[in-house]
């Protein structure tokens, strides 16, 4: 019996966009943490972890050095549940990517393909979201790696590995780990943690700069699901 592959999702503009949802938060947090509106907000579609994105926001619009610590905290305390608030405008001003139900799908009933996430998002915010687009019955979502485990975003490869391992009593490396996202985070994710990565077209990012970044194959999106399959199988059976 061959050895399982983990495959990683990455969420946000791979499977699903959410508008201006996680902006609305992030004007929230810091005008209720600061007491005045944002000036600046992180930038779109780059794939930073929330951490880093929310000490950003803070720090750019006027966060005391001394306080800092605390506000970061205090927010990411707090975003989930104001995620939560927002399902019916995600719903209502996002969508699901092209392809990626039915991609989603065909991966959790592929035999041997173990279905979960890494991502930038928090793990209760990337519940929240696969929920409200009706992904998470089939996506493990809790062997899946997230920036409350790491604000570093290549430790979440090994944080996933170590939660597949456990489930499946069988070792995850980079032979046998697959990310598919659409930022240039999701590539290095995949190149420094230890995962083959397919980068798809379907964010903010060319496929082109994908490819240079080191992503090891490109797909324009997730509509073809023969090329998705196959190319999975592809990363995970040759030595590359």
Known sequence: MSSPVLVLWDIDRTLL???????LIYRELAHDLLGH???????KGTGRT???AVRELLQRNGAPDADLDALVKQAL???????DEYRSHMLEHG????????????????????PSVVTGNLQRSAQIK????????CIDSAL??????????????ARA???????????FDRTNTVIIGDSLEDVTTGVEGGARVIGVASGTTPAQQLHQAGADRVLADLTHLAALQEVVTALTTTSQ
Request: aromatic content about 6%.
């Open 161 to 171: 590995q170590q939660r597949a391992q456990a489930a499946w009593g069988a070792t």
């Open 144 to 157: 899946g790696g997230y920036s409350s485990d790491d604000p570093h975003r290549p430790h979440l490869v």
């Open 130 to 137: 696969l929920e409200a687009f009706g992904l998470a019955p």
């Open 50 to 52: 929330v951490p880093l």
């Open 17 to 23: 966009y959410v508008g201006n949802t996680d902006r």
């Open 37 to 43: 509106p944002a000036q600046h907000l992180p930038a």
């Open 77 to 83: 305390e707090e975003l989930p549940d104001r995620l």
């Open 95 to 114: 969508h699901l990517l092209p392809g990626a139900a039915q991609a989603v799908e065909a991966v959790h009933a592929h035999p041997g393909w173990v």
